[in-house]
């Protein structure tokens, strides 16, 4: 290919990814504004749904003392700013001992901006949290979507991807993917057992943040980027590089 043909395909190739991204993009947006337009139009089998949810998850939680010392314990770890204090430490890693330089650096990038969108829907929603008779825990601010479980999502799934090239066993791609929904599950199901999020949150949480993180993943594979000093010094000597972004 000469330089002539490279410059050509280079834009067609750059519009390809970031109208990836956009569709992704837009499909999430509309599921997410639809799941939000029920809640505040207060859809009745939706809203009477989350209610019995809540209703009955607390009730269990309320009689079991251990379960909700373990429900709360794993509020403190799975918060969002544990998570990303522990992902960032993932995606330096990658950095610096695997010199995947730009998959770090997106993951990073999509998990901020993810962090942020999730706390700017929950200002545009508005929606009253969960009121109980007799509350097991209590949270501050509005309940969707569950930050909680957008910001697990968002983690695990970068993470998730992240990691992916250095993977190379099919066992190990398959624990990676159930270690991260696992933790997606269980901190879905801690938010509704403590009472401080409906399911519909939760449900609204996960879908935004798989959402948003696959939209940023399709406008970031197949980019071909200058290698970075970093890269090119580590080129040979790391085959994973030669993957990098897919």
């Known amino acids: 290919m ?15 990814r970031i109208g990836r991204a956009v569709v992704y993009g837009l499909v999430v947006g509309l599921v997410v504004t639809a799941l939000a337009f029920l ?4 859809f009745d089998p939706l809203i009477d749904a989350d209610d019995g949810a809540i209703k009955a998850a607390t009730d269990i939680t309320r009689t079991n003392g251990t379960l909700r010392d373990l429900l709360i314990t794993w509020q403190r770890l799975s918060s969002p700013t544990v998570v990303y204090v522990v992902a960032t430490l993932v995606c330096l890693w990658v950095w610096r001992a695997k010199h995947l330089t730009t998959r770090a650096l997106w993951a990073f990038v999509t998990m901020m901006i993810g962090w942020n969108v999730a706390l700017d829907v929950k200002y545009l929603v508005q929606r009253a949290r969960p009121v109980v008779e007799d509350p097991v825990s209590h949270a501050p601010g509005y309940s969707f979507p569950s930050g909680h479980a957008a910001n697990a999502t968002i983690g695990a799934t970068a993470l998730v991807l992240l990691l992916w090239p250095l993977l190379h066993r099919t066992a190990a791609k398959v624990l990676a993917i159930t270690a991260a929904s696992l933790f997606v599950v269980v901190t879905c199901l801690d938010r509704v057992f403590l009472g401080v999020h409906f399911p519909s949150d939760v449900a609204g949480g996960v879908l935004l943040g798989a959402g948003l993180v696959i939209a940023s993943y399709a406008g970031y594979v197949d980019w071909r980027p200058a290698p970075l000093d970093d890269d090119h010094d580590h080129h040979d000597n790391n085959p994973a590089i030669s993957k990098e972004p897919t």
């Open 2 to 16: 000469t330089s002539a043909d490279a410059a050509e395909t280079v834009p067609h190739g750059r519009f390809r």
């Open 39 to 42: 809640i505040r139009s207060k």
